[in-house]
């Protein structure tokens, strides 16, 4: 799922069903057009994250909130003492259905899991509702088995795990977004709290939405695996942590009274 379609989920999570000319008020301020707007809502919508009861109006399925749910819970991990036992998942889908091998492999990989051999993943935390989800939602609760244990000698390194979780490729989406982040976000939100009460709300939301698109983004490609597992000189988390209280501090200077409130 790509950030932008996660951050209007959660916008769904937290209002209800919304009218599409809303949401494109919403992120017209941010640079948006209309047909990226709409094809983002059609994807969620044909991924049963979303449903449209009415004639251009959305809401979240259960799908959408139980994934929400699993996104947002991932950050919990860094702050968790990992008891070195392991959760794995073996299936088996056919070469004929590439398809649908191919978007599960997408969707348990940003729920946390890493490929360990072929057609076998493996994460470091208990992912056993999650893993039901999306069982359920591709139609392979057949086709697949789960375990949990403790992984015997020899154990996985940290540079074993690195590649198995794509690390590299994490730490470099991480140094892009840190860069934006420091050069361009952080000076913008201060000119805008240093304004106070005379901040623009519409402003200070469009900013918490761009904010929040990107850590949404990182939740998706970051594992958030135990210190354990992870090189020496990990940014990942404290650059998540500095990112998060930045988004915290938007969300605060945002009028209780102001028409986003009700999306915080």
């Known amino acids: 799922m790509l950030s932008i379609e996660k951050q ?20 017209e301020r941010r640079g948006y057009t209309a047909p990226t707007i709409r094809n983002a809502l059609s994807h969620l919508k044909k991924n049963g994250y979303a449903v449209s009861p009415a004639r251009s109006v959305y809401e979240i399925t259960e799908t959408g909130r139980t994934f929400i749910r699993t996104i947002n819970r991932k950050p919990q991990f860094y702050d968790r003492a990992w008891d070195g036992s392991w959760h794995l998942v073996m299936v088996e889908i056919p070469e004929a259905e590439r398809r649908r091998r191919d978007a599960f492999r997408a969707d348990i990989r940003q729920t946390g899991f890493g490929l360990l051999y072929h057609s ?27 375990f949990h244990g403790s992984m015997q000698e020899p154990r996985l390194s940290a540079a074993e795990a690195a590649e198995i979780w794509e690390l590299a490729a994490a730490g470099r989406e991480y140094e892009k977004m840190w860069a934006w982040y ?26 918490y939405l761009e904010l ?36 915290r501090q938007l969300a605060e200077a945002i009028p209780a ?8």
């Not at 209007?8 to 992120?27: A, H, K, V």
């Not at 304004?195 to 402003?203: C, I, S």
């Open 257 to 264: 009274d102001s028409p986003y409130a009700r999306f915080l």
């Open 182 to 207: 420091t050069s361009i976000c952080l000076p913008a939100a201060g000119n805008l709290l240093a304004q106070g009460e005379a901040a623009d709300p519409l402003d200070l939301f469009t900013l």
């Open 212 to 247: 929040g698109e990107v850590i949404s983004g990182l939740y998706l490609v970051d594992p958030m695996l135990p210190p354990e597992l992870l090189p020496a000189d990990w940014q990942g988390r404290h650059q998540l942590r500095t990112m998060q209280e930045g988004l």
């Open 120 to 146: 076998v993943y493996i994460a470091p935390w208990n992912y056993s509702e999650e893993v039901q989800d999306l069982l359920g939602k591709h139609g392979i609760g057949d086709k697949a088995r789960q």
């Open 8 to 27: 209007i989920l959660f916008l769904l999570s937290r209002s209800g069903p919304m009218d599409t000319q809303e949401l494109l008020r919403i992120y």
